[in-house]
């Protein structure tokens, strides 16, 4: 327990705890909207899209003022690619006969190739401060500097503030999009907004997991807490709970192991919590629904023998 | 250019053609509803029915023609209309309550920001108790029967206290008692000045539960008050190459 507090007291460990934290906690709640629309391998588009983002945006801050490593920069062109693969994505279901599924493959090959080769740009051009943007495809948690921490309670902020303020539209969109068309809420305005939301809890997360296993961290939290609720509400802040809790055990677990990288750590913790959801959630879960199968047997077998049930 | 529209129909579309991924499903179809019916739009599978519906609604855009409510564009009365989708259209599993979903109703007339009082609740509860919901309210929405999901979706129309209530096929693989249920609140809103449209599937039924209909195939074959419109050449003409005489058999 003392080295436990020993830890937590480090400097660099608190903050790096802080912004797996944020992370865990926002992706988590936010994932929610992606899963329940169906859409949980966007997140995947968006993360791998990023690199795109990041990579361009580090060549123009090279460019312009010389050095290319700001977060915020970095973060801001991780976001602005990850809205165009999404809109990239829409466009082609529009206007081809290729379905989502199809489109997001495309997206994804077409942004994540256009990042590889930009990095790969980046690797052999005459930048400084180049070697950090590997932190971003596989993540590296014990890097997060208060720079990035700060960027990243930005977002977080950005995307939590603009959840809260449109929560009636995202859960009427999300659930019955006819009626929120009907209504008013315009799809032509929603779908953006809840998209850029979705975008901005992404990118956040690249530093800590990595592009790679991002799209855990969208989908795990999200299935998890379905099991558990029936209410959006509850959905919601369960996913952000169980997103806090894997960020919290899994970088805790990697500080006291050692060499081991945060990201992978937190996403198996995640797959743990799923997991369990899934085998023992009250109603939903295996473990439920296996007995109440039984308790309906034994009652009909009672009950075709003349007996009470 | 446009001549202006009676003011007596609370809805009116002129000329409205609709087309379907590049196929043209409805050619200029000019329908209007008058005030206080219950008006069925019948027609064989492929008519167009439900299109029609959503083109008046605005969620399929029209390739040409115009669409008025009260004498004005949907935009300006949207709080007026209310709409009870054709059942499968949304995801069953999704977290929330049939209470949660009667509520979403009044979200309409709240706008973008406000939240929910004392009055939509109140509201959302006087429309479970009129659909015969009540002591379903706390349930997951995917635990409800087809005819319980219809009677709720028929709620949330309810608490919006619309004056145009179009109805996709709300009696479509229903049971009988959320049938009767459906049917009381129809005849009940009709009793108390509104207007009803509703896609159906069943022409058997036309002269027992509606008052004003529209035979539909692709264009308005025929339009008007049921006695004089629902004659068995304007169904025969609807139905080209169906048997029709069996839907006048129970009637005659």
């Known amino acids: 327990m003392d080295a436990l507090f020993g830890l937590v007291s480090d400097h660099t460990v608190r903050t790096v705890l802080l912004g797996s934290t944020i992370v865990g906690f926002v992706s988590g709640a936010l994932g929610s909207f992606a899963y329940l629309r169906r859409q949980s391998l966007m997140g995947d588009v968006v993360s791998h899209a990023a690199l795109l983002g990041i990579a361009a945006a580090f060549i123009v801050a090279s460019l312009v003022v010389g050095s290319g490593h700001h977060t915020l920069v970095l973060l801001l062109g991780a976001a602005l690619a990850g809205v165009a693969s999404i809109l990239f994505a829409n466009l082609v279901v529009r206007h081809s006969r290729i379905t989502m599924d199809g489109a997001m493959a495309v997206a994804l090959a077409l942004f994540f190739g256009g990042g590889l080769t930009l990095m790969r740009v980046i690797q052999t051009g005459p930048f400084t401060q180049r070697s950090g943007l590997n932190a971003y495809i596989f993540g590296r948690a014990a890097a997060i500097t208060r720079a990035d921490l700060l960027v990243i309670a930005l977002f977080a902020a950005v995307a939590l503030v603009f959840l809260l303020l449109n929560w009636r539209v995202f859960k009427l969109y999300s659930f019955d999009a006819v009626l929120s068309e009907l209504v008013g809420y315009r799809a032509r305005l929603v779908e953006p907004l809840l998209q850029v939301t979705i975008v901005l809890a992404v990118v956040i997360g690249l530093k800590v997991v990595g592009l790679i296993l991002m799209v855990a961290f969208v989908v795990a939290p999200a299935s998890a807490a379905r099991q558990w609720t029936r209410s959006l509400e509850g959905m919601v802040v369960l996913a952000g709970a169980f997103g806090a809790l894997a960020a919290v055990v899994g970088t805790l677990l990697s500080v006291v192991a050692g060499d081991v990288p945060t990201g992978p750590v937190i996403v198996l913790v995640l797959t743990a919590i799923v997991a369990v959801s899934l085998l023992f959630a009250p109603r939903r879960g295996l473990v439920a629904r296996g007995l109440r199968r039984r308790a309906q047997r034994r009652g009909s077998r009672a009950s075709s023998e003349g007996l009470p049930a | ?252």
């Open chain 2, 1 to 252: 250019m446009i001549t202006p529209i009676g003011c007596e129909a609370v809805c009116e579309a002129r000329c409205l053609s609709v087309s379907y991924r590049d196929a043209l499903v409805l050619h200029e179809v000019d329908f209007s509803v008058p005030p206080g019916v219950i008006m069925a739009i019948v027609g064989p599978n492929g008519a167009g029915k439900s299109t029609l519906l959503k083109a008046l609604l605005g969620l399929l855009p029209p390739v040409a023609g115009q669409v008025e409510f009260f004498g004005r564009p949907f935009r300006e009365v949207r709080q007026r209309i209310g709409y009870v989708p054709q059942h499968a259209s949304v995801d069953w599993d999704f977290p929330t309550t049939v209470y949660d979903v009667v509520l979403m109703g009044t979200y309409g007339a709240l706008g973008w920001f406000r939240r929910p009082g004392r009055e939509q609740r109140a509201a959302s509860w006087e429309a479970l108790e009129r659909t015969g919901l009540t002591h379903l309210a706390d349930r997951q929405i995917g635990e409800l029967s087809g005819g319980e999901r219809q009677r709720a979706f028929l709620a949330r129309a309810l608490v919006q206290d619309a004056d145009l209530y179009f109805l996709d096929e709300p009696l479509q693989g229903v049971d009988a008692l959320s049938k009767h249920a459906i049917l009381a609140v129809m005849r009940d809103l009709r009793q108390s000045g509104k207007t009803l449209v509703m896609v159906h599937h069943d022409p058997s039924t036309v002269r027992q539960l509606c008052d004003w209909v529209a035979l539909l195939n692709r264009g308005i074959v025929a339009s008007g008050p049921v006695e004089h419109t629902f004659s068995e050449e304007n169904v025969r003409r609807t139905y080209a190459h169906m048997p029709t005489a069996e839907w006048f058999g129970q009637v005659a």
